[in-house]
């Protein structure tokens, strides 16, 4: 969230609100603005307002750039409001280039917006502000602020007094142009459409609450008002309204879920991938896919002989065209051929397969495994020209390093392996699905980082000539298949 303060003020006095957002999960960003605090430029003075808009504009436009991913949100304050109003409308000034207002804004937060002024709205001051604008700009004036009209606290009252960073003045330029911009945001906010939350206290005697009553009426996109009963000019400063940040922190949340299930996130395409067919060719096709499925056994002897590079890539394609976990592909992987590679991962596979069958194993698990003539010797991880090792990703990792959540990965893993095994065995290789346990080894030999979790190992190639196989079979459909 960007945050714009007032005039006078400084963006130091927004600690309390910053923190209290930060501590609801929001990034926050304030600035001095130019003639304010510790930023640079005449004190209180604005040649063109337009200025106020590019420096918010380019603040906005690195936190843009720092989370591309996160929705941003504008919050401005009483003058800092009408500078996010100028931002939120679609247009500006002409007299500065100004390219209407920046893109990627989910919402703005309008708080004591000085829509309907009280101090630089004084007649007599108006008069001469606009007499002496083109004379004398840099003329200035007292905003005559008064420190109690912001807060009930005495301490923020007594901390405001003492503030050296307060500017007590401004120039008849920057109140000419604060009138300005008062005027545009009456004449274009009805052109708003981006979700506005309005914040005022309703006792605010700087800057009237029926300003933003005004603006909540008028403008085009969703709006929250909420005038805090009593409130003087800086709700987000007086412990008196500490929802003031819960409050923001419940719109957000309320923009960012509409935001989510918004219709102009989903741009759907016409389905032109799918055939249909006879039923007969149906039936046709699904029996002869059955009976090429029939013929794949797992082989446990490999020929050394080397398997095309393209048939390899073409099944893994296959593999990643599989269903998963909101689209997240939460998958890698690591096609091995290196014999050097190959004998580090056989001696870290039969180190822990010795301790397995030796130790670990139950005497039920040794018993189901008898019948598969397997033991701890995996000569296979070296004989067979390409190893497989899938890696299902637990989260995924954002460029600045911070968790992306995964959905359904063992589920989307366990899929896109079927259809990889699936694949292999159509295109004429044999494979040995290998799970050594644990697997934890594989990430060091293979270099993969730690938020990727060995799946399992395909073993690939052809079967060596006069292969034995263990005679199994499947259990027939009445078995594993109930019709309703
Ligand atoms: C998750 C999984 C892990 C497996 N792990 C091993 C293994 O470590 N060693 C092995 O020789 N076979 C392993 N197998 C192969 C099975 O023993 C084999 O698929 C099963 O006996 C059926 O034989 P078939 O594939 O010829 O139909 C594994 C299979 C699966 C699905």
Known sequence: MLILHGVGEHSGR???????????????????????????????????????????????????????????????????????LGLAMRSDREDVRFEGRPRGVAGWIISGAGIEPTGIARPHLVATAKLLSRIAPRVSLDLGIDAEALSHDDAVIAAYRDDPLIGRRATVRWGTEALAAIRAIKAGASGIEDPLLVLHGSADTLARPRGSRWLAAETAGEVRLEVYDGARHEPHNDPEYADVASDILSWIQHVVKTMRRSPDRYRPIPLSTYRRYSEEEMVERASAFRDDMRRRRTVRHFSAEAVPEAVIDACVEAAATAPNGANMQPWHFVVVRDPAVKSRIRAAAEKEEIDFYEHRAPPEWLDALARLG????????????????????SYGLSEDGSKIKNYYVTESVGIATGILITGLHRSGLATLTHTPSPMGFLNEILDRPKNERPFLMLVVGYPEEGSLIPDITKKPLDEISTAI
Do not use: N
């Open 14 to 84: 927004y600690a309390a609100l910053g923190c209290a957002l930060a501590a609801g999960g929001i990034m926050v960003r304030a600035f001095d603005q130019r003639g304010h605090g510790r930023s640079d430029g005449p004190r209180g003075h604005v040649s063109t307002w337009g200025h106020y808009l590019l420096d918010a504009r380019e603040q906005l436009e690195g936190l843009l750039t720092q989370a591309p991913e996160l929705p941003v949100f504008v919050y401005g304050h009483s003058i800092g409001a009408l500078i996010a």
């Open 374 to 393: 397997t033991d701890e010797h995996k000569a296979f991880l070296e004989q067979a020209p390409v190893l497989i090792v899938i890696f299902g990703e």
